[in-house]
């Protein structure tokens, strides 16, 4: 009798693509219900041309591709394709609903996520989307009125919801990854254990105008007594380092394998301020100097920033503003003062709760 029983248990559909910044988050969200429900069902919709399309499916996880595009200003006859596109897109994903029958469809982000969480709204199954970034994107503001419920990384990108039943601050899930990776220890870099040591990185493919900018920099830094591992980008590391010489408180590499367990051993991080890095930044109580990139949607990366620095526990440089000078004044400024005792102890009481748990714990609540 046992054998022929069907065991009841969670099904969720979960959609998001086109970026790490919205894919990480969805898996991150799915390695905590894995982790709570032991009889799981998932099925990932995403893009058939993205970069979800190969790491999903690696993850032993079902994956279906569906075709759409984001709109674009230039490419119109795209954008007329793209309309008939999300009305076939949310006739599939309704099929699929209809066949699987998820109790809940959750959304991180991207233009794939529009037709999907549209789909679940139509047949009345439960909904949630999660925003990452400060200033919310046009899809998720697009869905807010057709969800039960919405979750936030930045207080301050709330108010992009308004039309929602409810909103959320849970934080980023990507910052749990952080916390669990293993520490890499400075010393691997050849640096003391008692060293104050400064990662400056734009990213994991660097930024050739930062570079130019923080090679004068790195010349003026050889009477610090803090270290830096500078991190150029892998494709611009032999450019950077042409025709160079270092202070021996420098080390240039061109790229760090586990860069958040190398933050769990440094001093202070300055660095861009996409969503996953400050997720990062927070989960680990890492103060920052932060570098908004001014070429991304909306310049959402300096709203981000600008999160923390009302939050008082980093510092904002625009780029527009970086010199030399400026950037040693601000690092000298912050680790030689009260201020970077006042930044850790602020980082030190924000909300440790994980945001996946706190998303996890709504959803269960939601589906009551």
Known sequence: MYNILKVIGLKIIISAGGTGGHIYPALAILKKFREKEKNLEVIYIGTHDR????????????????EIYGFSKTKILRDIK????????INKCMDIMKEFKPDIVIGTGGYVTYPVIRAAHKLGIKTFIHEQNSIAGKSNITLAKYVDLVGVSFKNSEDYFKAAKKVLYTGNPCGENALLVPKISKTTYGFKESDKLIIIVAGSLGSSSLNEKFKAFLKLVGKEEYKIIYITGKNLYDDFIKDMTFPKNVLVVPYVDNLAGLMKDAYLIVSRAGASTISEILALKLPSILIPSPYVANNHQYYNALDLVNMHVANLIEEKDLDANLIQITINELINTDKYREFKKNLEHLNTKEASTIIYENIKELLK
């Open 51 to 66: 970069m979800e399309k190969d790491i999903v499916p690696k993850m032993g996880i079902k994956y279906v591709p569906i």
């Open 82 to 89: 793209n309309v008939f596109l999300i009305k076939k897109a």
